[in-house]
Structures are given as structure tokens and as C-alpha cells.
């Protein structure tokens, strides 16, 4: 049975909030709320996924695959941590293709900006586990991709927001709703871990979520595009349920479908550590169990 979603009443105030006040949101306080938001949809989350891969092509003004995309299936687990639940921890597991089972990344993501948030990758080809530190990261080296698709362990970070100084734009539209666009521009510490100098996010007013992120390079050349669909709410929160991540200079796109959502399932804190990465017995006896919850 699932237990009671603890979020809910907690986001009561953020959903109330009058337009007049929102208008008068600062662009920080504007990336806190929607941190907010987001950290409700990640605890005690069980979520099977999509991840398609393809070369892309724009054709009557459609962006389209020129190349049978490259599918996997995912389940991912997630929990909030710390007293105030700003903390994350969360775990992915390839189940689909055949070859790739196994495959998995565990993610510590840390309100703290004193602490570097941490990915493990899992080989199961290898039989080993990679640990990545985005702290450690050196000024020649690449962010890790996520299951060999667009989205990076940088795209993927979260937290943080002292790292950035952070400027609201200008009021607009994108996909036919207001946005408040938004700039971030990491500060020197950060700069130095990150491969952006800067991102522009563009945040649905009323659902405060992120229809659009554009990432930029050091030469101020956009790079990378983040493309937000399929918006639903889930027990009280706008989430985008269709994460589109274009590269710019490869042209290549991957899209993170994310098939089936449940919050409020009961996680065992033994699942998310490296122990589910490598022991098979544990993982496919845990996995069941957060399947029985949920079927």
C-alpha cells in the first residue's frame, strides 16, 4: 500500500500564490520554487522510462529522427534525504536492451554547496563500478552521458543554486504559455566543473516547470537545447512527462519518455547504494517488491 503523499500539503502555499505576486519574484526566487516542485516528484518515486537516441533532421519545420532511434527501458527509484528534503538520492537501472540489463547509475544530489554531488556508473559488461565526483572534474574532461544518450551527469545535476548568479530576463511566451526567462551564470568555483557558460531557462508561469533550457558555451555559442512536453499534474505538481535533449553541434537528440510515474511508494534505504549496482540478487528481489506496490 502506498503510503500518504507528504508533499502535498506542503506545496499548498506555492500553488495558491496570486499572479501579482509571482510577478514580483526575483529570478532566484524563481528557480527555488521550481526547485521545490521538482524535489516533490523525486521522493519515494518509482518511475519506468524510455530513453530513445537517434541523428536528428528538421523537415516542415518538425525536428524528426533521420535514423532508427536507439531504444531503452528504464526503472528509476529516488528518495528526498536531509531535515528539510532537499537532498537526493536515486538510482537507474537498464532492463531493456537484452544486452545493456544490468547497466545502472546511483546519484547523490546534495542541497549543501559545500559538497559535490556524486554519481556511480555501473558496467555490467565491465563488472565494475565508475564513481564520478562533479567536484573533481578537470578542465579537458567530458560530463558523463547518461546510458551513451545526449542528456549528461552535468544536465542531470541538481541543487546548487549559490553556484549561480541568477537573472530574471524578461517576461515572454514559449509553446503558447508565459515564461519568465531566466539566465544562469555559474560562479568561478562552478565555471570550472561545468561545460556552460551559461543557461537560459524559460519557466511556465502557472506550472512552473521549464519548458525550454538553452545551454551555451564558452564562446557563447548555444550547444545544447532542452525541450519539455506532455505536462500533467501529479498529485498537485506540473511535471513534464517528455524530456527532449538536443545537441546542437552533433545533431543528435535524445528523449526521455518517462511511461509511467508512482509517488509515495516505501523505499528501502539499503536499495539506493552501490550494493544495488552490483549485487544482481538484491537488485531483481528489491525491484519486485517496488513492482508489487505499484501493479
Not at 519548458?211 to 525541450?227: A, S
Not at 512527462?241 to 545533431?251: D, H, K
Request: hydrophobic fraction near 35%; charge should be negative; include cysteine.
Amino acid at each position: 500500500m502506498k503510503k500518504p503523499y507528504r508533499f502535498a500539503a506542503a506545496l499548498i502555499p506555492l500553488l495558491t500564490c496570486n499572479s501579482v505576486m509571482a510577478q514580483e519574484l526575483t529570478g532566484r526566487e524563481i528557480m527555488e520554487r521550481v526547485e521545490d516542485f521538482q524535489l516533490a516528484t523525486s521522493d519515494s518515486a518509482f518511475n519506468r522510462m524510455q530513453l530513445s537516441t537517434c541523428r536528428f533532421g528538421i523537415s516542415d519545420n518538425r525536428i524528426t529522427c533521420a535514423e532508427r532511434p536507439r531504444v531503452k527501458a528504464l526503472e528509476s527509484v529516488s528518495k528526498n534525504y536531509g531535515e528539510e528534503g532537499k537532498d537526493t538520492k536515486g538510482i537507474t537501472i537498464v532492463l531493456e536492451p537484452a544486452a545493456e540489463r544490468g547497466i545502472g547509475m546511483l546519484t547523490f544530489s546534495y542541497d549543501d554547496p559545500e559538497r559535490d554531488n556524486e554519481t556511480w556508473l555501473y558496467l555490467s559488461a565491465l563488472g565494475r563500478i565508475k564513481r564520478i565526483a562533479s567536484g573533481n572534474s578537470d578542465d579537458d574532461s567530458e560530463p558523463a552521458s547518461v546510458f551513451g544518450s545526449e542528456f549528461t551527469t552535468e544536465d542531470t545535476d541538481t541543487g546548487k543554486l549559490e553556484e549561480y548568479e541568477i537573472n530574471l530576463l524578461e517576461d515572454t511566451t514559449e509553446a503558447g504559455r508565459e515564461v519568465w526567462q531566466i539566465e544562469m551564470i555559474p560562479n568561478e568555483e562552478r565555471a570550472r566543473k561545468s561545460r556552460y557558460s551559461r543557461t537560459v531557462s524559460y519557466i511556465d508561469k502557472e506550472r512552473w516547470v521549464p519548458l525550454k533550457v538553452e545551454m551555451y558555451d564558452q564562446y557563447g555559442t548555444e550547444i545544447k537545447r532542452l525541450l519539455a512536453s506532455r505536462v500533467e499534474e501529479i498529485n498537485g505538481v506540473w511535471m513534464a512527462r517528455s524530456l527532449t535533449m538536443m545537441n546542437l553541434v552533433s545533431n543528435r537528440l535524445s528523449n526521455m519518455a518517462i511511461l509511467e510515474i508512482n509517488l509515495g511508494v516505501e523505499v528501502d534505504d539499503e536499495f539506493l547504494t552501490t550494493r544495488t549496482l552490483t549485487d544482481v540478487a538484491f537488485r531483481e528481489a528489491e525491484l519486485q517488491e517496488l513492482r508489487s506496490q505499484v501493479d
